[in-house]
Protein backbone atom coordinates (compact mmCIF):
# COMPACT_ATOMS: atom_id res chain seq x y z
CA UNK A 1 0.00 0.00 0.00
CA UNK A 2 2.78 2.29 0.57
CA UNK A 3 3.94 1.75 -2.88
CA UNK A 4 0.65 3.48 -4.24
CA UNK A 5 -0.32 6.12 -1.71
CA UNK A 6 1.74 8.69 -0.47
CA UNK A 7 2.20 8.64 3.44
CA UNK A 8 3.90 10.68 6.06
CA UNK A 9 6.63 9.54 7.23
CA UNK A 10 6.22 11.22 10.94
CA UNK A 11 4.82 8.53 13.82
CA UNK A 12 4.18 11.37 16.39
CA UNK A 13 0.21 11.71 18.08
CA UNK A 14 0.40 14.96 17.96
CA UNK A 15 -2.85 16.63 16.22
CA UNK A 16 -1.47 17.93 12.71
CA UNK A 17 -3.11 19.14 9.29
CA UNK A 18 -1.75 15.85 7.06
CA UNK A 19 -1.62 17.25 3.49
CA UNK A 20 -0.15 15.22 0.40
CA UNK A 21 -1.59 11.73 2.04
CA UNK A 22 -4.31 10.01 2.70
CA UNK A 23 -3.01 8.00 6.22
CA UNK A 24 -0.41 8.29 8.29
CA UNK A 25 1.90 6.26 10.26
CA UNK A 26 0.16 5.79 13.89
CA UNK A 27 1.44 3.34 17.10
CA UNK A 28 -1.34 2.14 19.30
CA UNK A 29 -1.17 3.71 23.12
CA UNK A 30 -0.55 0.85 25.66
CA UNK A 31 -3.62 0.05 27.04
CA UNK A 32 -3.79 -0.42 31.18
CA UNK A 33 -4.76 -4.37 32.46
CA UNK A 34 -6.15 -5.59 29.43
CA UNK A 35 -8.52 -8.28 29.23
CA UNK A 36 -10.60 -10.39 26.46
CA UNK A 37 -13.99 -9.86 26.55
CA UNK A 38 -15.51 -11.38 23.81
CA UNK A 39 -14.47 -12.80 20.35
CA UNK A 40 -16.37 -13.63 17.20
CA UNK A 41 -16.74 -17.01 15.97
CA UNK A 42 -17.40 -16.33 12.30
CA UNK A 43 -15.39 -12.89 12.41
CA UNK A 44 -12.23 -15.02 13.38
CA UNK A 45 -13.33 -17.45 10.53
CA UNK A 46 -12.78 -14.76 8.23
CA UNK A 47 -9.05 -14.35 8.81
CA UNK A 48 -9.15 -18.47 9.20
CA UNK A 49 -8.97 -18.34 12.95
CA UNK A 50 -11.28 -20.21 15.49
CA UNK A 51 -12.33 -18.63 18.73
CA UNK A 52 -9.95 -21.38 20.34
CA UNK A 53 -7.01 -19.59 18.81
CA UNK A 54 -7.84 -16.44 21.54
CA UNK A 55 -8.72 -18.74 24.49
CA UNK A 56 -6.17 -20.99 23.95
CA UNK A 57 -4.11 -18.11 25.26
CA UNK A 58 -6.37 -15.15 26.46
CA UNK A 59 -3.60 -13.10 27.84
CA UNK A 60 -1.41 -12.86 25.15
CA UNK A 61 -4.75 -12.36 22.66
CA UNK A 62 -6.04 -9.42 24.68
CA UNK A 63 -1.78 -7.88 24.25
CA UNK A 64 -2.18 -8.12 20.64
CA UNK A 65 -5.61 -7.25 20.20
CA UNK A 66 -5.41 -4.05 22.71
CA UNK A 67 -2.63 -2.81 20.73
CA UNK A 68 -0.09 -3.66 23.61
CA UNK A 69 1.72 -6.17 21.36
CA UNK A 70 2.74 -5.38 17.18
CA UNK A 71 2.14 -8.61 15.11
CA UNK A 72 4.92 -9.35 13.26
CA UNK A 73 5.25 -7.32 10.16
CA UNK A 74 2.73 -4.95 11.46
CA UNK A 75 3.16 -1.20 10.54
CA UNK A 76 -0.31 0.50 11.91
CA UNK A 77 -1.79 3.41 10.37
CA UNK A 78 -4.36 5.67 10.66
CA UNK A 79 -6.59 7.29 7.87
CA UNK A 80 -6.82 10.66 6.87
CA UNK A 81 -10.12 12.00 5.30
CA UNK A 82 -12.75 14.53 5.66
CA UNK A 83 -16.72 14.74 5.45
CA UNK A 84 -19.77 16.92 6.13
CA UNK A 85 -21.61 16.32 9.27
CA UNK A 86 -24.73 17.21 9.43
CA UNK A 87 -24.86 18.71 6.29
CA UNK A 88 -21.81 21.23 6.99
CA UNK A 89 -18.17 20.49 5.78
CA UNK A 90 -15.93 20.16 8.71
CA UNK A 91 -12.79 19.62 6.66
CA UNK A 92 -10.08 17.15 7.94
CA UNK A 93 -11.45 14.99 10.33
CA UNK A 94 -9.54 11.22 10.05
CA UNK A 95 -9.17 8.32 12.34
CA UNK A 96 -9.04 10.02 15.60
CA UNK A 97 -8.99 6.74 17.51
CA UNK A 98 -8.36 4.14 14.94
CA UNK A 99 -5.72 2.45 13.78
CA UNK A 100 -5.20 -0.25 11.18
CA UNK A 101 -2.88 -2.94 12.19
CA UNK A 102 -2.54 -4.10 8.84
CA UNK A 103 -4.51 -6.00 5.65
CA UNK A 104 -5.00 -9.39 6.01
CA UNK A 105 -5.32 -11.60 2.62
CA UNK A 106 -6.98 -15.50 3.14
CA UNK A 107 -7.77 -18.05 0.63
CA UNK A 108 -11.60 -17.48 1.60
CA UNK A 109 -13.96 -14.81 -0.62
CA UNK A 110 -15.05 -12.19 2.74
CA UNK A 111 -18.30 -13.22 4.76
CA UNK A 112 -19.89 -10.18 4.24
CA UNK A 113 -23.72 -10.57 3.55
CA UNK A 114 -23.93 -8.62 0.95
CA UNK A 115 -24.95 -9.34 -2.79
CA UNK A 116 -22.60 -11.73 -4.78
CA UNK A 117 -20.04 -9.43 -6.01
CA UNK A 118 -20.43 -6.83 -3.27
CA UNK A 119 -18.10 -7.85 -1.36
CA UNK A 120 -14.79 -6.73 -2.68
CA UNK A 121 -11.87 -8.97 -3.93
CA UNK A 122 -11.60 -12.59 -2.23
CA UNK A 123 -10.13 -12.45 1.78
CA UNK A 124 -8.91 -9.50 1.93
CA UNK A 125 -9.49 -7.85 5.45
CA UNK A 126 -7.98 -4.30 6.71
CA UNK A 127 -7.89 -5.25 10.30
CA UNK A 128 -8.74 -1.95 12.51
CA UNK A 129 -8.54 -1.45 16.53
CA UNK A 130 -11.11 0.95 17.64
CA UNK A 131 -10.14 2.50 20.78
CA UNK A 132 -6.25 2.18 20.72
CA UNK A 133 -5.47 6.05 21.40
CA UNK A 134 -4.01 9.32 19.93
CA UNK A 135 -3.50 9.31 15.90
CA UNK A 136 -2.78 12.86 14.03
CA UNK A 137 -6.61 13.24 13.50
CA UNK A 138 -7.63 12.81 16.82
CA UNK A 139 -7.76 16.58 17.36
CA UNK A 140 -9.10 17.57 21.13
CA UNK A 141 -10.03 14.03 21.70
CA UNK A 142 -8.30 10.99 23.62
CA UNK A 143 -8.63 8.59 21.53
CA UNK A 144 -9.86 5.91 23.47
CA UNK A 145 -13.34 4.04 23.11
CA UNK A 146 -15.19 3.03 26.32
CA UNK A 147 -17.11 0.02 27.20
CA UNK A 148 -20.79 0.85 26.52
CA UNK A 149 -20.08 2.15 22.79
CA UNK A 150 -17.31 -0.75 21.87
CA UNK A 151 -20.16 -3.54 23.15
CA UNK A 152 -22.18 -1.88 21.51
CA UNK A 153 -20.72 -1.55 18.19
CA UNK A 154 -18.78 -5.32 18.51
CA UNK A 155 -22.44 -6.99 18.97
CA UNK A 156 -23.70 -4.68 16.41
CA UNK A 157 -21.57 -5.65 13.21
CA UNK A 158 -21.98 -9.33 13.91
CA UNK A 159 -25.59 -9.14 14.69
CA UNK A 160 -26.23 -6.90 11.34
CA UNK A 161 -24.31 -9.68 9.22
CA UNK A 162 -26.11 -12.43 10.40
CA UNK A 163 -29.68 -10.15 9.31
CA UNK A 164 -28.45 -10.08 5.92
CA UNK A 165 -27.60 -6.48 5.63
CA UNK A 166 -24.47 -5.16 4.31
CA UNK A 167 -21.54 -4.11 6.92
CA UNK A 168 -18.06 -4.06 8.65
CA UNK A 169 -17.47 -6.82 11.17
CA UNK A 170 -16.36 -7.58 14.36
CA UNK A 171 -12.79 -9.74 15.68
CA UNK A 172 -12.63 -9.38 19.11
CA UNK A 173 -13.03 -7.42 22.08
CA UNK A 174 -11.03 -6.36 25.07
CA UNK A 175 -11.68 -4.91 27.75
CA UNK A 176 -8.85 -2.46 29.63
CA UNK A 177 -8.57 -0.49 33.09
CA UNK A 178 -8.10 3.11 32.02
CA UNK A 179 -10.40 5.77 33.00
CA UNK A 180 -12.01 6.91 29.83
CA UNK A 181 -13.45 10.75 30.56
CA UNK A 182 -16.51 11.39 28.93
CA UNK A 183 -20.09 12.96 30.53
CA UNK A 184 -18.74 10.81 33.42
CA UNK A 185 -16.01 8.50 33.90
CA UNK A 186 -15.78 5.06 32.24
CA UNK A 187 -13.87 2.06 31.89
CA UNK A 188 -12.06 1.89 28.31
CA UNK A 189 -12.43 -1.34 25.59
CA UNK A 190 -10.89 -1.66 22.47
CA UNK A 191 -12.76 -3.67 19.29
CA UNK A 192 -11.05 -5.30 16.42
CA UNK A 193 -13.31 -4.43 13.50
CA UNK A 194 -12.71 -5.84 9.77
CA UNK A 195 -13.93 -4.59 6.03
CA UNK A 196 -12.25 -4.84 2.75
CA UNK A 197 -11.69 -1.27 3.12
CA UNK A 198 -12.32 1.76 5.55
CA UNK A 199 -12.15 4.22 2.64
CA UNK A 200 -15.08 6.23 3.02
CA UNK A 201 -16.92 9.01 0.78
CA UNK A 202 -14.60 11.76 2.83
CA UNK A 203 -11.43 9.89 1.88
CA UNK A 204 -12.50 11.67 -1.65
CA UNK A 205 -13.92 15.17 -0.67
CA UNK A 206 -10.75 15.86 1.26
CA UNK A 207 -8.24 15.55 -1.22
CA UNK A 208 -10.54 17.54 -3.55
CA UNK A 209 -11.34 19.98 -0.96
CA UNK A 210 -7.70 20.96 -1.41
CA UNK A 211 -8.01 20.92 -5.26
CA UNK A 212 -4.75 17.79 -4.95
CA UNK A 213 -6.75 16.00 -8.22
CA UNK A 214 -3.54 14.12 -8.16
CA UNK A 215 -3.97 12.46 -5.36
CA UNK A 216 -7.67 12.18 -5.43
CA UNK A 217 -6.84 10.13 -8.49
CA UNK A 218 -4.57 8.12 -6.74
CA UNK A 219 -7.54 6.99 -4.47
CA UNK A 220 -9.70 6.77 -6.94
CA UNK A 221 -7.71 4.04 -8.80
CA UNK A 222 -6.23 2.24 -5.79
CA UNK A 223 -10.02 1.67 -4.87
CA UNK A 224 -10.83 0.08 -8.27
CA UNK A 225 -8.11 -1.81 -8.52
CA UNK A 226 -8.77 -3.61 -4.90
CA UNK A 227 -12.12 -3.49 -4.23
CA UNK A 228 -13.76 -3.08 -7.87
CA UNK A 229 -11.84 -5.27 -9.91
CA UNK A 230 -14.26 -6.16 -12.66
CA UNK A 231 -13.91 -2.07 -13.37
CA UNK A 232 -10.07 -2.28 -13.53
CA UNK A 233 -9.62 -3.22 -17.37
CA UNK A 234 -11.33 0.54 -17.81
CA UNK A 235 -9.09 2.15 -15.47
CA UNK A 236 -7.91 4.07 -19.08
CA UNK A 237 -11.00 5.49 -19.90
CA UNK A 238 -11.63 8.38 -18.00
CA UNK A 239 -15.42 7.26 -17.81
CA UNK A 240 -14.32 4.70 -15.28
CA UNK A 241 -14.76 6.96 -12.42
CA UNK A 242 -18.63 7.17 -13.58
CA UNK A 243 -18.79 3.59 -13.35
CA UNK A 244 -16.88 3.94 -10.01
CA UNK A 245 -20.03 6.24 -8.52
CA UNK A 246 -22.63 3.88 -10.17
CA UNK A 247 -21.27 1.22 -8.47
CA UNK A 248 -21.19 2.88 -4.88
CA UNK A 249 -24.33 4.11 -5.71
CA UNK A 250 -25.92 0.61 -6.39
CA UNK A 251 -24.23 -0.59 -3.02
CA UNK A 252 -25.33 2.28 -0.94
CA UNK A 253 -28.95 1.35 -2.21
CA UNK A 254 -28.94 -2.05 -1.28
CA UNK A 255 -27.45 -1.35 2.17
CA UNK A 256 -29.96 1.17 3.14
CA UNK A 257 -32.93 -0.79 1.60
CA UNK A 258 -31.68 -3.49 3.93
CA UNK A 259 -31.63 -1.19 7.04
CA UNK A 260 -35.15 0.27 6.29
CA UNK A 261 -36.57 -3.27 5.93
CA UNK A 262 -34.93 -4.49 9.95
CA UNK A 263 -35.83 -1.64 10.79
CA UNK A 264 -32.17 -0.17 11.66
CA UNK A 265 -31.72 3.37 12.33
CA UNK A 266 -27.74 4.79 11.83
CA UNK A 267 -28.20 7.69 13.77
CA UNK A 268 -25.01 9.56 12.28
CA UNK A 269 -24.75 9.39 8.47
CA UNK A 270 -22.12 12.05 8.07
CA UNK A 271 -20.17 11.64 4.68
CA UNK A 272 -16.92 10.41 6.77
CA UNK A 273 -19.17 7.20 8.06
CA UNK A 274 -20.42 6.12 4.46
CA UNK A 275 -18.99 3.19 3.42
CA UNK A 276 -17.47 3.44 -0.77
CA UNK A 277 -18.01 0.46 -0.91
CA UNK A 278 -21.70 0.02 0.55
CA UNK A 279 -21.19 -1.73 3.89
CA UNK A 280 -22.61 -0.47 7.05
CA UNK A 281 -19.48 1.27 9.21
CA UNK A 282 -18.72 3.51 12.15
CA UNK A 283 -21.71 2.26 14.99
CA UNK A 284 -22.81 5.19 17.22
CA UNK A 285 -26.07 6.07 18.80
CA UNK A 286 -27.58 3.95 16.10
CA UNK A 287 -30.94 1.63 17.32
CA UNK A 288 -33.80 -0.69 16.10
CA UNK A 289 -37.37 0.05 15.72
CA UNK A 290 -39.12 -0.45 18.96
CA UNK A 291 -42.49 1.02 17.71
CA UNK A 292 -43.25 1.47 14.00
CA UNK A 293 -42.53 5.08 13.67
CA UNK A 294 -41.02 6.54 10.84
CA UNK A 295 -39.98 9.42 12.44
CA UNK A 296 -37.98 7.91 14.68
CA UNK A 297 -34.85 9.48 15.52
CA UNK A 298 -32.21 7.11 17.28
CA UNK A 299 -29.33 10.10 17.86
CA UNK A 300 -29.76 11.90 21.24
CA UNK A 301 -27.74 15.01 19.45
CA UNK A 302 -29.76 15.13 16.68
CA UNK A 303 -32.69 16.76 17.70
CA UNK A 304 -34.13 18.34 13.92
CA UNK A 305 -34.11 14.65 12.75
CA UNK A 306 -31.59 14.76 10.20
CA UNK A 307 -30.73 11.47 10.50
CA UNK A 308 -34.51 9.96 11.62
CA UNK A 309 -35.30 6.68 10.09
CA UNK A 310 -37.71 7.69 7.31
CA UNK A 311 -34.85 9.95 5.97
CA UNK A 312 -32.08 7.77 5.38
CA UNK A 313 -32.26 7.35 1.74
CA UNK A 314 -32.73 10.76 0.88
CA UNK A 315 -29.64 11.72 3.30
CA UNK A 316 -27.68 8.20 1.49
CA UNK A 317 -28.53 10.40 -2.05
CA UNK A 318 -27.54 13.47 -0.93
CA UNK A 319 -24.11 12.05 0.68
CA UNK A 320 -23.83 10.35 -2.77
CA UNK A 321 -24.12 13.79 -4.42
CA UNK A 322 -21.09 15.13 -2.10
CA UNK A 323 -19.24 11.71 -3.15
CA UNK A 324 -20.00 12.68 -7.41
CA UNK A 325 -18.43 15.57 -7.14
CA UNK A 326 -14.98 14.75 -6.51
CA UNK A 327 -15.57 11.70 -8.68
CA UNK A 328 -16.54 14.28 -11.90
CA UNK A 329 -13.82 15.61 -11.27
CA UNK A 330 -11.93 12.97 -12.51
CA UNK A 331 -13.43 12.15 -16.16
CA UNK A 332 -12.21 15.21 -17.79
CA UNK A 333 -8.63 16.17 -19.03
CA UNK A 334 -8.09 18.81 -16.65
CA UNK A 335 -9.65 18.38 -13.02
CA UNK A 336 -8.92 21.50 -12.40
CA UNK A 337 -11.81 23.10 -15.17
CA UNK A 338 -15.30 22.41 -14.13
CA UNK A 339 -16.87 18.80 -15.65
CA UNK A 340 -18.47 19.13 -18.95
CA UNK A 341 -21.93 19.32 -19.86
CA UNK A 342 -21.84 15.78 -20.69
CA UNK A 343 -19.99 14.43 -17.71
CA UNK A 344 -22.99 16.44 -15.81
CA UNK A 345 -25.23 14.43 -17.25
CA UNK A 346 -23.30 11.45 -17.42
CA UNK A 347 -23.40 12.31 -13.38
CA UNK A 348 -26.81 12.89 -12.97
CA UNK A 349 -28.37 9.84 -14.90
CA UNK A 350 -26.45 8.16 -12.28
CA UNK A 351 -27.10 9.95 -9.31
CA UNK A 352 -30.56 9.48 -10.30
CA UNK A 353 -30.55 5.77 -10.24
CA UNK A 354 -30.27 5.65 -6.80
CA UNK A 355 -34.18 5.73 -6.12
CA UNK A 356 -34.95 3.20 -8.52
CA UNK A 357 -32.07 1.10 -6.74
CA UNK A 358 -33.20 1.58 -3.61
CA UNK A 359 -36.82 1.01 -4.25
CA UNK A 360 -36.25 -2.29 -6.07
CA UNK A 361 -33.72 -3.43 -3.23
CA UNK A 362 -36.21 -2.42 -0.50
CA UNK A 363 -39.50 -3.90 -2.50
CA UNK A 364 -37.53 -7.54 -2.59
CA UNK A 365 -37.11 -7.31 0.82
CA UNK A 366 -40.25 -6.64 1.90
CA UNK A 367 -41.58 -8.73 -0.33
CA UNK A 368 -39.90 -11.58 1.17
CA UNK A 369 -41.16 -10.41 4.75
CA UNK A 370 -44.55 -10.78 3.92
CA UNK A 371 -44.34 -13.44 2.01
CA UNK A 372 -45.22 -11.84 -1.75
CA UNK A 373 -43.90 -13.57 -4.92
CA UNK A 374 -42.02 -11.63 -7.13
CA UNK A 375 -44.34 -13.14 -10.03
CA UNK A 376 -47.71 -11.70 -9.09
CA UNK A 377 -48.97 -7.96 -8.47
CA UNK A 378 -45.91 -5.37 -9.18
CA UNK A 379 -48.20 -3.32 -7.46
CA UNK A 380 -47.77 -5.22 -4.16
CA UNK A 381 -45.70 -2.23 -2.35
CA UNK A 382 -48.62 -0.11 -2.90
CA UNK A 383 -51.46 -2.56 -2.04
CA UNK A 384 -50.50 -4.41 0.61
CA UNK A 385 -46.79 -3.65 2.30
CA UNK A 386 -47.50 -0.20 2.59
CA UNK A 387 -50.99 -0.66 4.46
CA UNK A 388 -49.65 -3.17 6.67
CA UNK A 389 -47.49 -0.68 7.51
CA UNK A 390 -49.44 2.05 8.00
CA UNK A 391 -51.49 0.04 10.32
CA UNK A 392 -48.63 -0.72 12.38
CA UNK A 393 -47.61 3.15 12.50
CA UNK A 394 -51.16 4.30 13.81
CA UNK A 395 -50.96 1.30 16.03
CA UNK A 396 -47.30 2.51 17.38
CA UNK A 397 -46.83 -2.00 17.30
CA UNK A 398 -43.75 -3.44 17.96
CA UNK A 399 -41.98 -3.58 14.69
CA UNK A 400 -39.62 -6.71 14.97
CA UNK A 401 -42.53 -8.62 16.88
CA UNK A 402 -45.11 -7.02 13.59
CA UNK A 403 -43.41 -8.83 11.47
CA UNK A 404 -42.77 -12.13 13.03
CA UNK A 405 -46.52 -12.45 14.24
CA UNK A 406 -47.33 -12.02 10.55
CA UNK A 407 -45.64 -15.42 9.59
CA UNK A 408 -48.62 -16.97 11.53
CA UNK A 409 -50.96 -15.35 9.43
CA UNK A 410 -51.07 -17.20 6.24
CA UNK A 411 -51.86 -20.46 8.30
CA UNK A 412 -54.35 -18.95 10.51
CA UNK A 413 -56.39 -17.42 6.77
CA UNK A 414 -56.34 -20.94 5.11
CA UNK A 415 -58.20 -22.51 8.50
CA UNK A 416 -61.60 -22.05 8.58
CA UNK A 417 -64.06 -21.08 11.38
CA UNK A 418 -60.30 -20.68 13.25
CA UNK A 419 -61.51 -17.08 14.38
CA UNK A 420 -60.20 -18.07 17.77
CA UNK A 421 -56.97 -18.30 16.19
CA UNK A 422 -57.13 -15.09 14.25
CA UNK A 423 -58.13 -13.29 17.76
CA UNK A 424 -55.45 -14.54 19.52
CA UNK A 425 -52.92 -13.16 17.06
CA UNK A 426 -54.79 -9.73 17.32
CA UNK A 427 -54.55 -9.69 20.59
CA UNK A 428 -51.12 -10.34 20.80
CA UNK A 429 -50.21 -7.65 18.04
CA UNK A 430 -52.21 -5.18 20.60
CA UNK A 431 -50.21 -5.84 23.31
CA UNK A 432 -47.54 -4.89 21.44
CA UNK A 433 -49.07 -1.49 20.27
CA UNK A 434 -49.79 1.79 21.99
CA UNK A 435 -53.07 2.15 20.79
CA UNK A 436 -55.58 4.66 22.90
CA UNK A 437 -58.33 3.23 23.59
CA UNK A 438 -61.01 5.21 21.29
CA UNK A 439 -58.90 3.93 18.24
CA UNK A 440 -57.94 0.24 19.56
CA UNK A 441 -61.69 -1.17 18.33
CA UNK A 442 -61.19 0.81 15.27
CA UNK A 443 -57.52 -0.16 14.89
CA UNK A 444 -58.26 -4.56 15.66
CA UNK A 445 -60.96 -4.14 12.72
CA UNK A 446 -59.00 -2.50 10.20
CA UNK A 447 -56.31 -5.31 10.99
CA UNK A 448 -58.88 -7.87 10.57
CA UNK A 449 -60.12 -6.12 7.54
CA UNK A 450 -56.34 -6.03 6.02
CA UNK A 451 -55.90 -9.75 6.29
CA UNK A 452 -58.84 -10.86 5.07
CA UNK A 453 -59.87 -8.23 2.08
CA UNK A 454 -56.20 -7.38 1.41
CA UNK A 455 -53.50 -9.91 2.72
CA UNK A 456 -55.45 -13.48 2.14
CA UNK A 457 -56.82 -12.95 -1.72
CA UNK A 458 -53.38 -11.71 -2.42
CA UNK A 459 -51.77 -14.95 -0.81
CA UNK A 460 -54.56 -17.16 -2.80
CA UNK A 461 -53.04 -15.61 -6.41
CA UNK A 462 -49.96 -17.14 -5.56
CA UNK A 463 -51.61 -20.61 -4.10
CA UNK A 464 -51.76 -19.96 -0.56
CA UNK A 465 -55.05 -21.36 -0.19
CA UNK A 466 -54.73 -25.24 1.91
CA UNK A 467 -52.69 -25.75 5.23
CA UNK A 468 -49.47 -27.11 3.67
CA UNK A 469 -49.06 -24.35 1.35
CA UNK A 470 -49.57 -21.40 4.35
CA UNK A 471 -47.01 -23.62 6.20
CA UNK A 472 -44.16 -23.73 4.05
CA UNK A 473 -44.91 -19.93 3.41
CA UNK A 474 -44.70 -19.39 7.54
CA UNK A 475 -41.68 -21.59 7.39
CA UNK A 476 -40.30 -19.30 4.50
CA UNK A 477 -41.40 -15.63 6.09
CA UNK A 478 -39.44 -16.78 9.68
CA UNK A 479 -36.05 -16.82 7.51
CA UNK A 480 -36.34 -13.14 6.72
CA UNK A 481 -38.15 -11.82 9.77
CA UNK A 482 -35.94 -12.04 12.75
CA UNK A 483 -37.45 -12.90 16.31
CA UNK A 484 -34.43 -11.08 17.96
CA UNK A 485 -32.92 -7.77 17.17
CA UNK A 486 -30.16 -5.50 19.25
CA UNK A 487 -32.85 -3.30 20.95
CA UNK A 488 -31.09 0.00 22.80
CA UNK A 489 -32.86 -2.09 25.60
CA UNK A 490 -31.55 -5.24 25.11
CA UNK A 491 -27.88 -3.84 24.21
CA UNK A 492 -28.23 -1.48 27.86
CA UNK A 493 -29.26 -5.02 29.55
CA UNK A 494 -25.66 -6.82 28.54
CA UNK A 495 -23.86 -3.62 28.70
CA UNK A 496 -25.14 -3.83 33.03
CA UNK A 497 -24.95 -7.22 33.17
CA UNK A 498 -21.40 -7.66 32.13
CA UNK A 499 -19.79 -5.03 34.66
CA UNK A 500 -19.99 -8.38 36.64
CA UNK A 501 -19.74 -11.27 34.03
CA UNK A 502 -18.27 -10.69 30.71
CA UNK A 503 -19.79 -13.87 29.23
CA UNK A 504 -23.09 -12.27 29.05
CA UNK A 505 -21.65 -10.87 25.77
CA UNK A 506 -20.61 -13.59 23.91
CA UNK A 507 -23.67 -15.00 24.83
CA UNK A 508 -25.78 -12.05 23.60
CA UNK A 509 -23.93 -12.42 20.66
CA UNK A 510 -24.61 -16.00 20.11
CA UNK A 511 -28.34 -15.19 20.11
CA UNK A 512 -28.41 -12.32 17.85
CA UNK A 513 -25.95 -14.04 15.45
CA UNK A 514 -26.90 -17.79 15.23
CA UNK A 515 -30.13 -17.98 16.75
CA UNK A 516 -31.76 -14.25 16.06
CA UNK A 517 -34.38 -16.11 13.63
CA UNK A 518 -34.97 -19.09 16.23
CA UNK A 519 -38.64 -19.27 18.19
CA UNK A 520 -37.75 -20.57 21.76
CA UNK A 521 -37.63 -24.16 21.03
CA UNK A 522 -34.84 -24.07 18.93
CA UNK A 523 -32.60 -22.13 21.06
CA UNK A 524 -30.41 -24.00 23.15
CA UNK A 525 -30.62 -24.26 26.81
CA UNK A 526 -27.83 -21.98 28.24
CA UNK A 527 -29.78 -19.30 26.22
CA UNK A 528 -33.49 -19.57 26.64
CA UNK A 529 -34.03 -17.37 29.49
CA UNK A 530 -32.40 -14.80 27.75
CA UNK A 531 -34.26 -15.48 24.40
CA UNK A 532 -37.34 -15.33 26.06
CA UNK A 533 -36.64 -11.87 27.96
CA UNK A 534 -35.18 -10.23 24.60
CA UNK A 535 -38.18 -11.13 22.75
CA UNK A 536 -40.66 -9.56 24.94
CA UNK A 537 -42.13 -6.31 25.41
CA UNK A 538 -39.63 -3.43 26.18
CA UNK A 539 -39.54 -2.79 29.76
CA UNK A 540 -40.83 0.75 31.26
CA UNK A 541 -36.86 1.53 32.01
CA UNK A 542 -36.13 0.86 28.38
CA UNK A 543 -38.83 2.75 26.73
CA UNK A 544 -37.30 5.59 24.49
CA UNK A 545 -33.67 5.29 24.97
CA UNK A 546 -31.27 6.73 23.04
CA UNK A 547 -28.07 7.33 22.53
CA UNK A 548 -25.50 10.19 21.36
CA UNK A 549 -22.47 10.99 19.75
CA UNK A 550 -20.45 10.45 22.78
CA UNK A 551 -18.55 6.74 23.01
Not at 182 to 191: D, H, M, N, T
Not at 245 to 253: K, M, V
Request: proline share 6%; hydrophobic share 40%; net charge negative.
Amino acid sequence: MSGEIPVPQSRFRASRQVRGALWSWAVPTEQDSPKLAGVSSSGAQLLGLTRGDFWRDPSLAASVWSGNLRLPGSHPWAHCYGGHQFGVWADQLGDGRAISLGQVVTTSPPGLASPPGLAGPPGLWEVQLKGAGRTPYSRFADGYAVRRSSIREYLATEHMSALGVPTSRSLSLVFTDRVVEREEPELGAVVTRLAPSWVRFGSFELPASRGDFALLRRLADYVIHHHFPELAPLIAEREVYIRLLQATIERTAAMVAAWQAVGFCHGVMNTDNMSVLGLTIDYGPYAFLDAYDPDFICNHSDPAGRYAFREQPRVALWNLVRLAGPLSRLVGQDPEEDPTPETLDAVTKALNSFGSEFSRNYAELMRLKLGLSFEHDSDDMATIVQPFLDLLERGHTDYTFAMRALCDVPLLLTRKGAAGGMEQHIDALAARSDCSRRLDKEWRGDIRAFYEDAYGPRLAKQGVIDERSALALGAGMRLANPRHVLRNWVAQDIIDQADDDVAVIDQALELLTTHAFDDDDSVPEHLKDMAERYAGPVPKWGEGLQCSCSS
